[in-house]
């Protein structure tokens, strides 16, 4: 049954630029990794950032290259069944880890996640680079799920990255990359259909990275929005040197486990981006 579920979220992410894949994860992942989270945020990293602003409600946390320093991070990224199913719908011969992000939107959090498309903040080109996004609690559209502009990675556009909140540092890295502005939300809404997926624990949502995608805030009073968004990369991705990528962050690059000098169009191996 799960080789059909991957069989038609292969379609659809190809077609729509996102799916969804049903009872990926069992119990077993979820508690472990939902006590792992909550290691991670009661001692941010130096990488972590708070998009919420002092004295808002709730709270908008997140953090990079979280594998590098949790154990149970890590062995979700590469031992769990979350790269066979990455490289089962790349279909490609080899499939490496790129990064982990963890995005946690507590209850009566207002902070929404902009429109966006994921591949202009990153050090990489190819077809075959994919997210995962895994949900630790239900989500439902008050609680902050991901709505994707259906086919939008297919038009051909490589949109100006948006920091998610002004205090986050990255702005300014962003604006050396001189990139076409994104649409407004009006125009995005007025030509996508808008793809939004209701989620449980143990689903895994897969989108394109040049898939346009944002999040409301999280307003429901008592349900939190936990969540880690896991990159592969598979047989075609290479390095790309353009300027302002977030690995030019001095806070992610100090967390790293080794320097970043591939030239541009190389393979990324090494420490930093294990075989899966």
């Known amino acids: 049954m799960i080789d059909d579920s991957i069989a038609t979220a292969r379609i659809a992410y190809r077609r729509d630029g996102a799916a969804v894949i049903r009872d990926v994860l069992d119990t077993g992942w979820i508690e472990r990794m939902r006590a792992a989270v ?30 590098m320093r949790d154990a149970d991070f890590r062995a979700l990224m590469l031992e769990s069944p979350l790269p066979a199913l990455a490289q089962s719908l790349m279909q490609s011969q080899e499939t490496r880890l790129f990064y982990d992000q963890l995005l946690v939107k507590e209850p009566g959090t207002r902070e929404e996640t902009p429109w966006h498309q994921d591949l202009p903040y990153w050090p990489v080109k190819g077809e075959d680079v994919l997210s995962l996004w895994v949900p630790l609690d239900p989500v439902r559209l008050e609680t902050g799920a991901v709505q994707y502009a259906r086919g939008s990675h297919a038009e051909g556009h490589f949109y100006a990255p948006r920091a998610f909140s002004a205090g986050s540092g990255f702005a300014d890295l962003y604006a050396r990359m001189n990139l076409e502005p994104l649409p407004s939300e009006a125009e995005i809404r007025d030509r996508h259909e808008i793809l939004c997926f209701e989620t449980q624990p143990g689903d895994v949502v897969v989108h394109h990275p040049l898939a346009l995608h944002y999040s409301a805030g ?21 390095w790309d040197a353009r300027p302002g990528t977030f690995v030019e962050k001095e806070s992610i690059r100090t967390g790293l486990l080794a320097p970043l000098d591939f030239a541009d ?12």
């Open 38 to 67: 909550e290691r991670v945020i009661s001692a941010p990293s130096a990488s972590a950032v708070e998009y919420t602003p002092g004295g808002a409600p709730g709270r908008y946390v997140g953090d990079f290259f979280v594998w």
């Open 218 to 238: 999280n307003l429901s009073p008592t349900v939190r929005r936990r969540a880690i968004a896991i990159r592969y990369l598979g047989d075609d991705a290479r």
């Open 265 to 276: 169009g190389a393979r990324l191996d090494g420490p930093n981006f294990p075989r899966c």
